[in-house]
């Protein structure tokens, strides 16, 4: 975590990449596409898709529910990303910019 | 010596955690609090302050009953997960 919140270039260049989250206190590891790394405090913000889950079926298919994930830097031990999954395009960046602002 | 596009990135970056937090502050959605040891709460969102040190909710689930507003220690939470409902057509 610290080796990312240094370099706030790499961060850029990963954005929309997926990580895999692992915690200190072993509750259940999280994954999710990266959206941002707070400079000051280290927080870690990943985006889950709904669309690319198919765990949840909504009842109403006309709304779309989008999950984020704040993650606090403390609570993490490991931190890894995983190029096997498709990034996300940078139009979907783009939208979630939009819906995060 | 300091890499100016370096900060600027930061403060891009910075930014964006500023806005999205003044967003969830607007919009109010559920979330669910990961706890340090292992507990999840269900709430809405009310606001965080700027050093993420307190996070205050409202509608808390708890043991006891739905508590109407409270202020959670930010020390105490792993991870927030935000539940953003969005209908199609709604920018």
New interface residues.
């Given amino acids: 975590m610290d080796s990312y919140k240094t ?3 790499l ?2 260049e990963n954005r929309g990449r997926l990580f895999r989250v692992l ?3 072993d ?1 259940i590891p ?1 994954e999710g596409f990266l ?7 280290g ?1 870690l ?1 990943l985006l889950k898709d709904s669309s690319s889950s198919s765990s949840i079926t909504s009842s109403h298919p ?11 830097s403390d ?1 993490v031990r490991s931190f890894e990303k995983d190029d096997s999954v498709q990034p996300l395009s940078s139009e979907a960046l783009l939208e979630w910019d ?4 | 010596m300091v890499d100016v ?3 600027s ?2 403060f ?3 930014m ?2 500023l ?2 937090y003044r ?1 969830m502050s607007s919009s109010t959605p559920a979330v669910v609090l ?1 706890l ?3 507990k999840e709460l269900q709430a809405e969102f009310s606001g965080i302050d700027s ?2 040190s307190k996070v205050a909710v409202s509608h808390l689930h708890t043991d006891w009953g739905i508590v109407d507003k409270a202020v959670v220690r ?1 020390g105490d ?12 057509g709604e ?1």
């Fill in positions: 370099k706030p270039k961060i850029e915690f200190r206190n509750q999280v959206w941002n790394i707070d400079p000051v405090s927080t913000f006309e709304e779309a529910e989008h999950r984020v994930y704040s993650i606090m609570a939009q819906l995060l602002s | 596009s370096d900060n990135l930061a891009q970056q910075r964006r955690t806005r999205f967003k990961y340090h040891d292992q050093s993420e930010a939470i792993a991870n927030i997960e935000y539940i953003l409902q969005q209908e199609e920018i």
